[in-house]
């Protein structure tokens, strides 16, 4: 028996943390990471799993290294008629999956688009939603496909390598970056030797969970740099010279957390080798015991900046690096890229908003053609589900809005379409305890109808689950899916309300109101009430999470 001396001097129990030599697995996931790497699933998926069908793939593979290559089963559609969701975990798989493209940097040019378009129509029954993280994702795809997507995506250059999984997913990038009149500086280089180095390196494969990264010179922050595992924000010197301001330990889910500044400078020319310093700190000295501890805020929140600063610099980089600045404010506190804009080159970028995100193969080729229609060859996706179309020459860009506008993708938008973004939600999510996409689409309608005349910034994000994949914590007005229990004594759709969070100069999470939760059809009359509520009160200058 322990006695309280032996307890106290008992060594730590360790976290897994491969660089402390903790190798052996400590949990399933790490155990099957170790049987063979997720990278491997590519040819399997190819020479057996397309061949023989859904049925002969492997279960180790089917619900893990899947995802390596963007592949997660999609939820079994509900009952009588889809309005009864499955609720039990063993059998909510559908034989369907979801795939997830990767989108770098959200750089698209029209053939890309129309590959992505093209697929979603032959194999994706038509769907594409665009992702809070630049990706678009597609549903209802059969395993027997995934070569033939993948041999059209990579004839174009894109691929869904590392879209999931515990990898380095999709680096975030402004998708201005180059044509902003007021850009710190542009990251589409960076982006793209951090995506080559590292993307689809066995060395960066296995690490502890995922790996968010955003790089990017914008003024508007809209790469949501706080909530990112690493993130390098462009900053100019007093000198003159640019590069970046390094911040680590960003993430939201259960347990969020801002990322931290480590106080450094990093010329453009550094950027991989710090990126590969941080990827492999988290590698090596990451938490693999406990999946929910294994986000690289944990360790940052552990370690302190100070201790993080001197392993990077003495064990990965050998160098220092020199003191820097912060990032200067964000230009507004809409951090979207929506409406008519100049460019650089005298030509001017024209942002619109798609419904929480959702499109479809169609619609994707209807932007692509109005974008050739209006002479332009570039179009982007956004970090708040929107999409924009680059190099209008200014005389085209009246006829480009007006096509836009007609087909509902709105440039000129009311805040509730422009700022409200919805997670998948129980539609295809297996972790969804509610629906979302149609849930927030009718909110918009309701909230314009009721009112037409609100225009202050205020942001509105749909979670299905507490995962908050479209960020509950850091909205106005974040919404949590779970069950509530309405006025009959039935249970219901509804959500758990997060008042107040933002990002920035003020950035705070948002406050879970204690027992504050709607049903799901109360939801445009609780918002409409806080929204009346806060117009009513505010003072001058003030914002909602004021
Ligand atoms: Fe699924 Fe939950 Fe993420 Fe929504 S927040 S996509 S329901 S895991």
């Not at 194999?123 to 993948?150: C, F, K, M």
């Not at 931290?260 to 550094?270: A, H, L, N, S, W």
């Not at 609100?454 to 507490?466: A, Q």
Request: aromatic share 8%.
């Amino acid at each position: 028996m322990s006695t309280p001396a032996s307890r106290h001097h008992k060594r730590p129990r360790g976290e897994g943390q491969w660089a402390l030599g903790y190798r052996e697995p400590l949990n399933k996931n790490e155990e099957n990471k170790k049987n063979d790497d997720g990278l491997n699933v590519r040819q399997r998926i190819i020479d057996v799993y397309a061949k023989g069908g859904f049925d002969s793939i492997d279960p180790a593979d089917l619900r893990g290294r899947m995802r390596w290559y963007g592949l997660y089963t999609q939820r079994k559609p509900g009952i009588d008629g889809g309005k009864t969701a499955i609720l039990d975990p063993e059998e909510l798989d559908d034989r369907y999956f979801m795939l997830r493209v990767r989108i770098d940097g959200g750089q698209l040019d029209l053939r890309q688009l129309r590959t992505i378009a093209d697929i979603s129509n032959e194999y994706a029954r038509g769907t594409a939603d665009v992702t809070d993280r630049q990706n678009v994702q597609l549903h209802w795809v059969e395993i027997e496909s995934v070569p033939d997507i993948w041999q059209r995506l990579e004839a174009v250059g894109l691929s869904t390598t590392e879209a999931c999984g515990d990898t380095p997913r999709v680096i975030l990038g402004c998708p201005l970056a180059g044509i902003d009149t007021e850009e710190v500086l542009d990251a589409t280089e960076q982006i793209r030797l951090v995506h080559d180095r590292f993307i689809g390196d066995p060395a960066y494969s296995n690490l502890p969970r995922k790996f968010k990264t955003a790089i990017s010179g914008c003024p508007a922050h809209c790469t949501v740099h706080e909530i990112n595992d690493v993130a390098f924000v462009g900053v100019e010197l007093p000198t003159g010279e640019k590069g970046y301001d390094l911040w680590v330990g960003g993430g939201l889910s259960t347990n969020p957390m801002f990322a931290k500044r480590i106080g450094v400078f990093v010329r453009p020319d550094q950027v991989e080798d710090v990126f590969g310093g941080v990827i492999g700190i988290f590698r090596d000295y990451g938490y693999r015991r406990l999946r929910h501890r294994a986000r690289l805020k944990f360790l940052v929140n552990d370690w302190g900046v100070e201790k993080f600063r001197e392993v990077l610099e003495t064990e990965y980089l050998k160098e220092a690096l020199p003191d820097g600045p912060a990032p200067a404010e964000p230009r507004s506190s809409r951090r979207d890229h929506v409406g008519v804009f100049p460019q650089q080159d005298g030509n001017f970028y024209v942002g619109f908003a798609p419904r929480v995100g959702r499109l479809d193969g169609d619609r994707l080729h209807l932007i692509a053609d109005i974008a050739e229609r209006h002479g332009s060859d570039r179009v982007r996706t956004t970090v708040e589900q929107k999409m924009v179309i680059l190099d209008v020459a200014p005389d085209r860009v009246d006829s480009l809005v007006a096509e836009l506008e007609a087909n509902d993708l709105q440039v000129n938008p009311s805040t509730f379409r422009r700022q409200t973004m919805a997670c998948t939600g129980i539609e295809y999510c297996k972790l969804a305890i509610v629906e979302t996409k149609a849930t927030a689409s009718d909110l918009i309608d309701e909230l314009e109808r009721r009112l037409p005349d609100f225009k202050e910034p205020l942001t509105i994000n749909v979670n299905g689950c507490p995962n908050s994949c479209a960020r509950i914590q850091v909205a106005d007005i974040g919404l949590k899916g779970q069950l509530v229990v309405d006025d009959n004594g039935e249970q219901v759709e509804g959500f758990q309300i997060h008042l107040g969070g933002s990002l920035g100069v003020n950035a705070g999470f948002g406050r879970k109101v204690r027992g504050l939760k709607t049903t799901a059809a109360a939801l445009p009359d609780y918002v409409e009430r806080v929204v009346t509520h806060y117009e009513s009160q505010k003072k001058e200058g003030e914002s909602f999470a004021d």
